[in-house]
């Protein structure tokens, strides 16, 4: 860099499809190479096959897991010698930073053998694991400081793409991207949590393993089989059919006749290869069929491709369409609410979207691509099957690393999608759903006022850490309305018609001169709706914890509310 002395210098670190994760560790100016305060990684010494054998009495064995390890060894799980898991897991020395949870409940009675390819010399990993019938820790287990108390995020270990959206017999499911025995990504599982409203979680066993010790279950979703079109209804129960991506053989079906708890394999897996993942399974009414749409890479291009079936077993290629990344959603809403004006959005792992219309095999788009979220830290989004409502609902993948906690990253709060009429053309909107007024304590309804600069904050006696915000107000012709929720500042400037939420800066015209705004404050996060949800803006930010307080203040003319209602908020882990 010596010909840019004295010069000012970016360095720019892009990835051209943004939609996971870079970690840059350290860059550092110095004249000495190496520079003298650069950090020294100690020599490791390692050994092969370290292993210990346990007769499996009890359900779980407890692993001791370290957040920042100096090794990540493979870990072979072996039952009457065959290996029947296989995990990369960061193996506590001493004092673990948290317990993996492993369930050995199937192999009861059996000696299990874990053997470890290489680890620390003179660990004591092996000699910490416990076996036990409850899970360690439960008594402090979703109160952890940096814990989201209005978002789902698993028990232990890391989470990314929400999975399997689907409401069955009063439950909705919620499977997910998991690695059980870290919080970094890898060794993916698909876990499980079900719902009665979206809102409070309780978090399942696993539910699809790897099917093999080098296999991956990757993303995908999950329908009902109403008709039985695959034959594979055994009960009373719903048929539950899932579709993910196992890294080792492509695209795969799975089913359950026990509310979505149990899976099988179907014995025709793959039914799917090509260079892609992330199948998306509807059934097409108007064609009579089922569609998957999947991301496809094939010749180094981004689509998604299109495939039918009428049984969900034998899949038919029929079209792709260019310009999309990584998990395909596809759905139909209406126009204004208006049902005989219906049409097909499809979106991908960054949100955006175009629409369009869709006959079962060709998606035909009539718009150029269409700007989604306008946050940051939201990815992979799905929507459920079969909302008992009607409605669209969507959760997407909260990318929020806290560190020092048992757990990473969240989902998003559940929101409604809907179409709207616009001087642009229709536009999508996401507002958070209904179910969330069940999370409301205390409420403070200011209701029609003209505030003027300097005047009293009119919202000075709320006070709480998971705050919501509704409102809808008149701003000044020039100036600015300033929200500070926890610390955390949310400002509209007229002139610029722009919102910044945090500092992150978003358009934001105004409707008739006239803005609405709803907030949702968590310990991680903050939700920003404005503009009908036509501007959805989620956004990571890790208030103070000492910050509680709501102001709201003007400069450069009156600000004249229609609405203005705060709500503190009830945390949605009931129990661990």
């Known amino acids: 860099m010596a010909e840019f002395t004295g010069q000012s210098a970016v360095i720019q670190i892009e990835d051209p499809t943004p939609t996971r994760h870079i970690s840059v560790d350290q860059i550092v100016q110095t004249d000495v190479n190496p520079p003298p305060s650069a950090p020294t990684t100690p020599k490791l010494q390692l050994f092969a096959d370290a292993r210990r054998d346990f007769k499996i009495e009890k359900r779980y064995l407890h692993v001791p897991i370290k957040n920042s390890p100096p090794a990540r060894p493979i870990v072979n799980t072996t039952v009457d010698g065959k290996v029947v898991m296989k995990n990369t897991i960061g193996l506590a020395n001493g004092t673990p930073d948290w317990w993996a949870c492993m369930d050995v409940g199937a192999w009861k009675g059996k000696t299990l053998t874990l053997k470890v390819e290489k680890m620390v010399a003179g660990s004591k990993a092996l000699e910490l694991i416990e076996q036990s019938d409850s899970i360690k820790g439960a008594d402090t287990l979703y109160r952890e400081s940096l814990r989201s108390q209005l978002h789902f995020s698993p028990r232990c270990g890391w ?8 409401f069955s017999q009063g439950e909705y499911h919620l499977y997910y991207q998991l690695n059980p025995y870290g919080c970094d990504w890898g060794n993916m599982h698909w876990g499980h949590a079900v719902s009665s409203d979206m809102v409070h979680w309780q978090e399942l066993p696993i539910a699809i393993y790897p099917h093999a010790p080098d296999d991956s279950v990757y993303s995908g979703s999950a329908v009902v089989d109403k008709a039985n079109t695959s034959g594979w209804k055994n009960g009373p129960a719903d048929l539950i059919v899932a579709a993910f991506t196992s890294t080792a053989r492509g695209e795969c079906i799975v089913y359950s006749n026990d509310k979505g708890r149990t899976f099988t394999e179907f014995d025709g897996n793959p039914v799917l290869k090509h260079p892609g993942r992330d199948p998306r399974l509807l059934w097409h009414a108007p064609s009579k069929q089922w569609v998957m749409a999947v991301y496809d890479g094939d010749a180094g291009k981004n689509c998604i491709a299109f495939h039918t079936s009428p049984d969900l077993k034998k899949w038919t290629y029929q079209s792709r369409i260019e310009g999309f990344y990584e998990c395909p959603d596809i759905f139909e809403l209406a126009v204004d609410g208006v049902a005989s004006n219906k049409k097909w959005v499809l979106t991908a792992a960054n949100s955006d979207y175009r629409i369009g219309t869709f006959d079962g095999k060709t998606f035909t788009p009539e718009t150029a691509m269409l700007k989604g979220h306008l946050g940051e830290a939201f990815v992979a989004a799905q929507t459920f099957s079969h909302d008992p409502k009607g409605r669209t609902i969507q959760i997407g993948w909260l990318a929020l690393h806290v560190g020092g906690m048992p757990f990473s990253q969240a989902m998003s709060l559940p929101n409604q999608l809907t179409l ?17 007024k069940s999370l409301r304590l205390k409420s403070y309804n200011v209701g029609a006022l003209t505030l003027a600069p300097g005047a009293t904050n009119p919202l000075a006696k709320v006070s709480g850490e998971l705050l919501e915000l509704r409102t809808a107000f008149t701003p000044p012709a020039k100036g600015e309305v300033k929200f500070t929720l926890r610390g955390v500042q949310i400002v509209y400037n007229t002139e610029q018609q722009v919102l910044a939420v945090s500092g992150h800066r978003v ?15 968590d310990r991680t996060v903050f939700e920003v709706f404005a503009a009908g949800g036509l501007c959805y803006v989620p956004m990571h930010c890790t208030p103070n914890p000492a910050a509680l307080g709501a102001e709201v203040s003007v400069t450069g003319g009156n600000v004249t ?16």
């Open 159 to 166: 989470n990314n793409d929400p999975n399997g959206l689907v």
């Open 420 to 436: 709207h009429s616009t001087p642009e053309g229709p536009r999508m909107a996401w507002t958070p759903v209904d179910e969330l």
């Open 507 to 521: 358009a934001v015209p105004l409707r008739d001169g006239k803005l609405d705004l709803t907030v949702f404050t």
């Open 561 to 576: 509310f229609q609405k203005l209602e705060m709500y503190e908020l009830n945390s949605c882990w009931t129990k661990p």
